[in-house]
């Protein structure tokens, strides 16, 4: 399995980004993706999640700026980043979970494959 993560970089405040992840290996459509991040000193935190439903779950400082799509024909989910903050600045990392319990959902520990990152920095 294999998730790749692209599409991080660097805006400013109040800008827009939008991250891809690509994956591989796995059959997609059956999966639970979320999106996590991770800031300098800073435990790994839920962003989003899209379920196989297409059911949709966001942390509080997501909602109403950030969302999470997903193309089962192109094996890609996706997190569309409007009115960045340079608080939203974070490794962001892409996850699938096989199991896909609703309650776990924002837990790091659940997923099963991790991409491997992309850096989105937002300057004031």
């Known amino acids: 399995v294999q998730l790749q993560a692209s599409g991080g970089g660097l805006v400013q405040a109040g800008g827009s980004l939008r991250l891809s992840c690509a994956a591989s290996?796995?059959?997609?459509?059956?999966?639970?993706m979320g999106w996590f991040r991770q800031a300098p000193g800073k435990e790994r935190e839920f962003v989003a999640a899209?379920?196989?439903?297409?059911?949709?779950y966001y942390a509080d400082s997501a909602k109403d700026r950030f969302t999470i799509s997903r193309d089962n024909a192109k094996n890609t989910m996706y997190l569309q980043m409007n009115s960045l903050k340079p608080e939203d600045t974070a490794v962001y990392y892409c996850?699938?979970?096989?199991?896909?319990?609703?309650?776990?959902?924002?837990?790091?520990?659940?997923?099963?494959?991790w991409g491997q990152g992309t850096l989105v920095t937002v300057s004031s």
């Open positions: 996850a699938a979970d096989r199991a896909a319990i609703l309650s776990s959902i924002r837990r790091s520990d659940a997923y099963n494959y």
């Open positions: 290996g796995l059959t997609f459509r059956a999966y639970t």
């Open positions: 899209i379920r196989s439903s297409f059911n949709t």
